[in-house]
């Protein structure tokens, strides 16, 4: 939890303190790579995500994900879960300081298992894909910081999955941002990157 307080404080400080950047509207175009953390009962997930978004016209964007992240289950079986994600927004707020935006999105999931990191052996695992919707607000509270929060609801076979999040962007140029975002919902974790606008 100290690295967690540490990292989003330094974040915060860094674009407080940043005098070059200069965005004055959420953007929704742009290549991010985020290291992530993730927390589910006694299950510690840790890994990387990769996200391309990028404008259609004026009025919508298209967003696609894809992260890799494994923990430890139970002190028995290492859990390894790839997520595969393609989200169709609407933007509501053009070129003005806060935009909101909804949609909906398709998720593909993998799961591997395996019997941790002396093992040798691994499960066939279990794949599925499922529609949902997702809604957030994006929001420029100064020239170089962005503000956002976000629900994303992922309809399952099995259970369905809501995750809610709040988070920054800071450019530390025009293009180069830094990121930092809290998750909570059925997954609760954090997530730190480096983004580039385009």
Not at 30 to 55: K, M, N, P, Q
Not at 123 to 144: H, K, N
Not at 173 to 186: I, P, W
Request: proline fraction near 3%; charge should be negative; glycine fraction near 12%.
């Amino acid at each position: 939890m100290k690295i967690k307080t540490l990292t989003i404080a330094c974040t915060l400080a860094l674009g407080f303190t940043t005098t070059v950047a200069l965005a004055d509207t959420p953007s929704f175009s742009y290549l991010e790579a985020r290291y992530v953390e993730l927390d589910e009962a006694e299950t510690t997930f840790d890994g990387y995500e990769a996200e391309l978004s990028g404008r259609l016209g004026r009025y919508s964007f298209l967003a696609l994900n894809y992260g890799e992240v494994s923990g430890d289950w139970a002190g028995v079986a290492n859990a390894n879960l790839e997520i595969a994600t393609a989200r169709l927004g609407f933007i509501f707020g053009e070129n003005q300081p806060i935009a909101a935006y909804l949609g909906p999105q398709v998720s593909h999931i993998k799961t591997n298992y395996g019997p941790g990191t002396d093992g040798n052996w691994t499960g066939d695992g279990d794949t599925t894909t499922e529609w949902g919707a997702f809604g957030g607000v994006r929001a420029m509270i100064l020239p170089r910081v962005e503000v956002n929060t976000e629900v994303s609801y992922i309809d399952f076979d099995r259970e369905s999955l809501t995750s809610y999040s709040v988070g920054t962007r800071l450019f530390l140029t025009e293009n180069l941002a830094a990121t930092g975002q809290l998750r909570m919902g059925d997954l609760d974790g954090f997530a730190v990157g480096v983004s580039y606008q385009f």
